[in-house]
Each structure stands twice: as C-alpha cells, then as structure tokens.
C-alpha cells in the first residue's frame, strides 16, 4: 500500500516534470518563430518601402479576379489618388476590359509564362471619362504561395511622352521628306 | 505596427509558462526561485512592457491586465512559501486560485486582442 502510494507521487512529480519541460520546450520554440516572424515583417517593410516611392508604377493582384493588393505612390498617382486595395483590376479600369488586357492578367495567372511589354498601347479614361492614349512597358509575373498560383506582380513604366514625342518627330521627318523642295525648280 | 493574434499568442505560452513553473515548485521538482515572482522578471509582463504598451500604453484594459498578473505572481509567492512551510496539500489546493486568474488573464488578452 505504501510502496504503491509512493509510487504514485513519484508518477505525479514526472508528470509535472514532464510538462514543464514541454512548456519550456515551447515557451523556446514561440520566442524564435516570433523572432523570425519580426524579422520577416521587417524585411517586407523594407520592401514596401522601397516599391512605395520607386519611380515606376507597381502593384500587386491577388487571386483569379485580380484584386488589388498592393499600388505604390506611381501607381496611385495613375488613379487620381483612388484608393484601389480590394477592388479588382476589372473596377479600378473598366475601360481596358476590351482591351484585352484583363484577359492578358487571365493568362499569366492560369499559365505562369510571364508577359513582358514595350510601348502597349492602353486607352485610359481620363477625369472626364474621355479615354486617352497611354504606353506602357511593363511586365506581369505570375507568384506562387505554397506552390499555387495565388497572384501577378505588375512593374510599368508610362512611355507615353517618349512614344508621342517620337510619332511627333516621325510625322515632322515625314513632312519634310515629303515636301517638295522649294524654289529649286523655278 | 499592429498586433496580431501570432503575438497575443505569445502571451498565452508565456501565460502557462508561468503556471507550469509554480506547479512544479509545489510538486518538488524545482526550487522557488525569487525570479520566479519578480514581476518585472516574469515573462508576461515583460510582453506586456514591450509589446502591449507600445501599442495600446494609454487604455485601462492594460492597468487591469497588469493587476491581475500581478495578483497572480503574489499569490504564487504566497503558495510557494506554503509548500516550503510543510503545508503541502494546502499550497496545491491554491493552484485553483491560480487558474481562476489565469481565466481572468485570457479573458483580458481575448478584449485586448478584438481592439487590436
């Protein structure tokens, strides 16, 4: 009787042992994911930060629908300011739904094959809802999560002023080439 | 920055840590060391120092926090001086009381936790 109730004390004292080393264990295990989790948050402000005033437009679209997820300062500026996190591609632009480019983000994000463009035209409305004329290069890149596809990075620049003033000087040289030369045939 | 549930989380596991340590001084499988109720050497308070108070410093919810986690570091000291006094049962039995601020404690991080 004794032997056994001695026995049980010994059992109850491992116990206790025994847990407080699986606390101890865990209490441990918390603090270094917590300090990976810091530094990973860190390490993905300084990212932030640096797309947020780069100087080209950035964004980030999660999901089949492309839902705006991320837009830094250029990309804003683009929008008039609108704050375009949550709304999709499709919302924030309705006029290039036709365009073709929405169907462009469908296929990056159902194959992977990232699309790289130079000088794409894009009809943007404008305030006044007068569509305009604007070129973009510009990449979109499938990323991943857990090994599915969970959204597009887009990285543009506006060419629009390069590629109007380069039509501008075409249609100059053009003129001039064509013209004929004065007052040497009289 | 704001606080996530991963960083209420960590209160929760230091929460325990805390009850764990006190039930093994009362169960003699370690020595009650004074650090062990030093509130400013307790692991949730030192979260409360550092995580809690840089983001919700000013609200009375964290004075309440405190107090109870101070409370519960008094009465641990006080079943510790018990066990060491012999009257073993009597300072096992006061680990209720432990728990019942360990469910006020939760209760306040849950609060917390919504605000956040």
Known sequence: MWVGCNADIHEQKLMVEELLEANEQQALLSDQAYEQYQRAQQQRQILLDLFADAPAMISVVRGPEHRYEFANTRFQELVGQQDVVGKTVAEVFPEIVSQGIVAQLDGVFRTGQPVMGQEQLVRLAGPDGQLRDCYFNFSYQRFEEKGRPAGITAYAHDVTELVLTRQALEQLRGRATNAPESGLAS | ?116
């Open chain 2, 1 to 116: 920055m704001p606080l996530s549930p991963f960083d209420f989380q960590q209160a929760r596991v230091k929460q325990v840590l805390f009850k764990s340590r006190l039930r093994s001084v009362l169960y003699g499988v370690r020595e009650a060391e004074p650090a062990l109720f030093a509130y400013a050497e307790n692991p949730l308070a030192q979260w409360i120092q550092t995580v809690l108070k840089p983001e919700f410093g000013a609200l009375a919810a964290v004075r309440e926090l405190e107090n109870t986690l101070q409370q519960m570091l008094r009465t641990g000291q006080n079943l510790a001086t018990r066990y060491q006094r012999g009257l073993i049962e009597e300072a096992r039995a006061g680990l209720d009381q432990i728990n019942d601020y360990a469910d006020q404690i939760e209760a306040q991080l849950l609060s917390l936790e919504k605000t956040a």
